[in-house]
């Protein structure tokens, strides 16, 4: 497994592949690797025949009051991680390789961004698909890695590969969960072992829709309602963003269960907040 630093060294680990016709494989990753990211990497090396994984913590994807400076690095423990996944090339830029001083280019959509997280994370998705971008370009892969447990964020990666004309195959990845349930995740490293008992409320109100969906329930505000109740029954201080019954392919709220259903949480406990989702058919 080759380590790069910067752009040419990319392109130089990677020119052999090309020249041969390999298949090239993608998996972004802001590091803090755990499971979820390991089956990332496992699949593309599946499907592709050469995985590359990047490890960058994107300062353009956290707001001014988010967690950048704090982000978990553990890049020693990633690389072992990665090799032991089958990755093949680890691109680690540093924010100066990534972003000039000066750039003001920015990717951007209007629809899928809107719903779900876009309200409590202003800019959040306009940093994600600069930097996928900005990645794709550099690293020009087959194929591109995506885990659901960002169900919004793979759709608004899907669209963006479609509607900027990208050749590159976008595969959607199931999320990986602790045997509890809990949807592994970077930020549980913030959780106190309390805490880590309150997110399993997020579990059980998917469940609890799940259910609900399953038995017959069609319209969404009870829905929704059951899940916060879930929730805050574990998490009495909780701050739930959303609890919402959402169109999986626009993300737009429903009013009625009619198809196949997003359930997409994001709750504050404690200063982390922690996201999930479920989509049900009836
Ligand atoms: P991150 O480094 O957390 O920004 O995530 C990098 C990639 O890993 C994204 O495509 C995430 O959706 C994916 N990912 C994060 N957590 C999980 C998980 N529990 N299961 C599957 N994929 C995940």
């Not at 020009?140 to 963006?160: C, H, N, S, T």
């Not at 995740?185 to 998917?206: E, F, I, M, P, W």
């Not at 069609?218 to 059951?226: D, L, M, P, T």
Request: glycine residues 6%.
């Amino acid at each position: 497994m080759k380590v790069v630093r910067t752009v040419a060294g990319l392109r130089k680990a990677l020119a052999p592949h090309r020249r041969r016709g390999r298949s090239i494989g993608f998996v972004p990753t802001m590091g803090a690797l755990h499971a979820g990211h390991a089956a990332l990497v496992a699949r593309a090396a599946r499907e592709t025949d050469v995985v590359v994984a990047s490890v960058f913590v994107n300062p353009l994807q956290f707001g001014p009051k988010e967690d950048f400076a704090g982000y978990p690095r553990t890049f020693a423990r990633d690389l072992r991680l990665l090799r032991r996944a089958g990755a093949d090339v680890v691109f680690a830029p540093a924010v100066a390789e990534m972003y000039r001083p000066d750039a003001d280019t920015t990717v951007d959509q209007t629809r899928l961004v809107r719903p779900l997280c876009g309200p409590f994370r202003p800019g959040h998705f306009r940093g994600v698909q600069t930097v996928v971008a900005k990645l794709f370009n550099r690293v020009q892969p087959d194929a591109a890695f995506f885990g659901l447990k960002d169900y919004q964020q793979v759709r608004v990666i899907e669209r963006m590969a479609r509607d900027l004309d990208w050749p590159i195959r976008i595969v959607r990845c199931p999320t990986v969960r602790e045997p509890d349930g809990l949807a592994l995740s970077s930020r549980n490293a913030y959780l106190s072992s309390d805490q880590r008992r309150q997110a399993l409320g997020l579990v059980a109100a998917l469940r609890r829709g799940r259910k609900m969906i399953r038995a017959g329930e069609r319209r969404a505000v009870r829905i929704a309602a059951a899940m916060r109740t879930e929730i805050l029954a574990r998490s009495p201080g909780a701050r739930i963003d959303y609890a919402a019954v959402a169109d999986p392919v626009t993300l737009e709220p429903v009013k009625r269960i009619r198809g196949r259903t997003l359930l997409a949480l994001a709750v504050r406990i404690g200063k982390t907040r922690l996201i999930d989702n479920a989509v049900v058919s009836p």
